[in-house]
């Protein structure tokens, strides 16, 4: 029996869940756009915006994984009705926030054109991608800031507001990619310095709104300035428990992405920019199973701080119903229209040829996706943030590398034999997902007290 015939509880998710996933499109939306705007300009101009958005927003997003143990614990502490101690969790995940993000900019502006050299693209891409990485590298406190804050939203419910501000942020971008990339208004042509300005912009007014919300109090909590610099150490104690597997996670996975890139430049800048070109549209495929997953982060998270089993086997149900419903969509759009879909965003015959193809690949693995997001989502809202650590590292680094690197080096396959790895690991990862979570362990540890025997 599907447990989504349940209204209250079907509401509940999608009204958690349908934000998160809205504001992780727009933030798609974002690479989207500098993908569209730059790639009429050329194959290196595309190569050399993908680079450096993959280095930049690797290492925030690594860093930003920290603040899965602030959304658990801000969960935990709302279904105990502890609102005073979300508020505390708040307040210390901001103010890491500001210092890890100082010690990005101070590194990355030293150290960006040794991180590039290691990629073997032509000096056109280098170049360009150079001046992309120290634009955005500068902000860095700033936009590690907004994305730990949303971890913080997500943890109370309150996925309406990260929602609020990636619409503004995309708004922002937009309309300063336009007018910086080609010059518009009078404004100099910069083309891709262009495109990471406007990126740069739109994180400054979304980390602005984030601070508004976060100590104005319009989140349902309200973070005290002068209490953020009196340190609890038993908070960041919490936070690092919780936060340390899935930031290991979120190392694994950004070192994995960025050997891939290493090995794919490899292949030429055409099968480059024809694979970056498919990323970024399956990227966006990837939001409703990071929507589903912050929605069961969040209800499990609440249910368990409540001490309730019903509430959170049901929301553990139907997470991952509700991931399988959304994911299969984007399986029908992939599969049926994906040179059309690469022809929104360039005019380059061979770039669409070869993405859309990559792009029909990917169609196969998105229910593999699903899964694996939505119950993941489940384990570290129950306080297992280590299983989900050693599945995704596992996958990446002994069986997704490997294999790369026999196709691409050794046997000197095509990139689209490199995607169909992809769809393997995507697959197998599922599997072994779904069988952690018929074991119930997780559970047993989550509410020692309680039975099992529902899911």
Same mark, same amino acid.
């Given at each position: 029996?599907?447990?989504?015939?349940?209204?209250?509880?079907?509401?509940?998710?999608?009204?958690?869940?349908?934000?998160?996933?809205?504001?992780?499109?727009?933030?798609?939306?974002?690479?989207?756009?500098?993908?569209?705007?730059?790639?009429?300009?050329g194959a290196a101009p595309l190569a050399a915006v993908g680079l450096g958005a993959e280095v930049f927003f690797s290492i925030i997003l690594f860093l930003e994984a920290l603040a899965i143990g602030s959304a658990i614990l801000v969960a935990q502490a709302k279904g105990a009705g502890r609102m005073e101690d979300a508020s505390k969790v708040a307040g210390h995940t901001f103010l890491l926030s500001i210092i890890l993000g100082v010690v990005v900019a101070l590194l990355g502006v030293r150290f960006a054109p040794d991180i590039l050299g290691l990629f073997s693209v032509e000096t056109a891409v280098y170049t360009q991608a150079l001046d992309y990485l120290l634009i955005t590298f500068i902000i860095s406190p700033l936009a590690l800031?907004?994305?730990?804050?949303?971890?913080? +939203? *997500? /943890?109370?419910?309150?996925?309406?507001?990260?929602?609020?501000?990636?619409?503004? !942020? =995309?708004?922002?971008?937009?309309? &300063?990619?336009?007018?910086?990339?080609?010059?518009?208004?009078?404004?100099?042509?910069?083309?891709?310095?262009?495109?990471?300005?406007?990126?740069?912009?739109?994180?400054?007014?979304?980390?602005?709104?984030?601070?508004?919300?976060? +100590? *104005? /109090?319009?989140?349902?909590?309200?973070?005290?300035?002068?209490?953020?610099?009196? !340190? =609890?150490?038993?908070?960041?104690? &919490?936070?690092?428990q919780l936060g340390i597997p899935s930031l290991a996670e979120q190392l694994f996975y950004t070192l994995a992405n960025l050997a891939s890139l290493f090995l794919i430049a490899y292949m030429g800048t055409l099968a480059f920019a024809a694979h970056e070109l498919a990323i970024t549209v399956e990227s966006v495929s990837y939001m409703p199973g990071f929507g589903i997953a912050v929605a069961a982060t969040a209800l499990v998270g609440h249910a368990v701080?409540?001490?309730?089993?019903?509430?959170?086997?049901?929301?553990?149900?139907?997470?991952?119903?509700?991931?399988?419903?959304f994911m299969g969509i984007f399986t029908?759009?992939?599969?049926?229209?994906?040179?059309?879909?690469?022809?929104?965003?360039?005019?380059?015959?061979?770039?669409?040829?070869?993405?859309?193809?990559?792009?029909?690949?990917?169609?196969?693995?998105?229910?593999?996706?699903?899964?694996?997001?939505?119950?993941?989502?489940?384990?570290?809202?129950?306080?297992?943030?280590?299983?989900?650590?050693?599945?995704?590292?596992?996958?990446?680094?002994?069986?997704?590398?490997?294999?790369?690197?026999?196709?691409?080096?050794?046997?000197?396959?095509?990139?689209?034999?490199?995607?169909?790895?992809?769809?393997?690991?995507?697959?197998?990862?599922?599997?072994?997902?779904?069988?952690v979570y018929r074991r119930k362990k997780w559970l047993k540890r989550a509410l020692p007290e309680g039975t099992v025997d529902q899911l």
């Open positions: 029996m599907l447990v989504l015939k349940d209204y209250a509880l079907r509401t509940r998710i999608f009204r958690t869940a349908g934000p998160a996933m809205v504001e992780m499109i727009m933030y798609m939306v974002i690479g989207l756009v500098d993908v569209a705007v730059v790639g009429r300009l800031g907004l994305y730990m804050a949303h971890s913080v +939203f *997500r /943890g109370l419910g309150r996925t309406d507001i990260p929602m609020i501000i990636a619409l503004v !942020v =995309n708004v922002v971008n937009v309309i &300063g990619d336009f007018i910086l990339v080609y010059g518009l208004w009078g404004f100099p042509r910069m083309e891709v310095a262009g495109a990471a300005l406007a990126t740069s912009l739109a994180h400054v007014v979304g980390f602005i709104l984030a601070m508004v919300f976060l +100590f *104005r /109090g319009n989140s349902g909590l309200r973070v005290n300035l002068a209490a953020i610099f009196k !340190v =609890n150490l038993s908070t960041y104690r &919490g936070i690092f701080g409540a001490r309730d089993e019903v509430a959170l086997q049901k929301a553990a149900r139907g997470s991952m119903e509700f991931a399988l419903l029908l759009l992939f599969a049926l229209l994906p040179y059309q879909i690469a022809a929104i965003f360039t005019n380059d015959p061979d770039i669409i040829g070869l993405s859309g193809l990559l792009i029909r690949i990917a169609a196969i693995e998105q229910l593999g996706i699903a899964l694996s997001s939505g119950i993941g989502g489940i384990l570290k809202g129950a306080g297992d943030t280590r299983t989900p650590m050693v599945i995704s590292t596992a996958y990446f680094w002994v069986y997704r590398l490997p294999l790369m690197y026999l196709f691409i080096r050794v046997f000197g396959f095509p990139i689209t034999y490199v995607w169909l790895i992809f769809v393997s690991d995507w697959l197998l990862r599922a599997l072994t997902f779904a069988v």
